[in-house]
T-cell receptor, first 111, second 112 residues
Framework: RKEVEQDPGPFNVPEGATVAFNCTYSNSASQSFFWYRQDCRKEPKLLMS?????NEDGRFTAQLNRASQYISLLIRDSKLSDSATYLCVVNTLDSNYQLIWGAGTKLIIKP | IAGITQAPTSQILAAGRRMTLRCTQDMRHNAMYWYRQDLGLGLRLIHY???????GKGEVPDGYSVSRANTDDFPLTLASAVPSQTSVYFC???????????FGPGTRLLVL
């Protein structure tokens, strides 16, 4: 089983819709969680950190469920510019602060 | 401010050849990382350096070596390239006390 698993998609979503995807992680000792965004043929960039209480940044909401070991990303009122691959990232303190990366979920927003 | 630069942007390399991928950052970040990204897989850590003068092995270090002579530079060397090293290579850095990593634009390497 992969340490961090994501549905690869693609998720094809009409502009203006709400879309959500999850990411599961296997190590219950995981401490920090992040969503990164990667545009086609570009480098990953931090989208947002995921806090235990859940957090929101504009149209984006991230949530953490420690009991079920998953994190989620919700995008409201999706824009064409939201089309990208979203990478789930987990930091497990017992691995020398190294980040464990999911393979990503591809999102395509259609006009 | 450039952030992190990588060179070359892309390269076609014959198997058995030696190749060094360059990475330079101007943010004075302590930690630096080399990843490879392959289709269907998450970023996999090759080597890392928590500070100048120290390096460590990541998840997939075989066939690669690194050095960290100073804060800014973190070159990755393939001693004798093999086709399975065909990938996109990303260099990243992070400041002390932070988990956020900042990435360079990547190097696309094709080994034939």
């Amino acid at each position: 089983r992969k340490e961090v698993e994501q549905d690869p998609g693609p998720f094809n979503v009409p502009e203006g819709a709400t879309v959500a995807f999850n990411c599961t992680y296997s190590n219950s000792a995981s401490q920090s969680f992040f969503w990164y965004r990667q545009d086609c043929r570009k480098e990953p960039k931090l989208l947002m950190s995921v806090y235990s209480s859940g957090n929101e940044d504009g149209r984006f909401t991230a949530q953490l469920n420690r009991a079920s070991q998953y994190i989620s990303l919700l995008i409201r009122d999706s824009k064409l510019s939201d089309s990208a691959t979203y990478l789930c990232v987990v930091n497990t303190l017992d691995s020398n602060y190294q980040l464990i990366w999911g393979a990503g979920t591809k999102l395509i927003i259609k006009p | 401010i450039a952030g992190i630069t990588q060179a070359p942007t892309s390269q076609i390399l014959a198997a058995g050849r030696r190749m060094t991928l360059r990475c330079t950052q101007d943010m004075r970040h302590n930690a630096m990382y080399w990843y490879r990204q392959d289709l269907g897989l998450g970023l996999r850590l090759i080597h890392y350096s928590n500070t100048a003068g120290t390096t460590g092995k990541g998840e997939v270090p075989d066939g690669y070596s690194v050095s960290r002579a100073n804060t800014d530079d973190f070159p990755l060397t393939l001693a004798s390239a093999v086709p399975s090293q065909t990938s996109v290579y990303f260099c990243a850095s992070s400041p002390v006390g932070q988990e956020t990593q900042y990435f360079g634009p990547g190097t696309r390497l094709l080994v034939l």
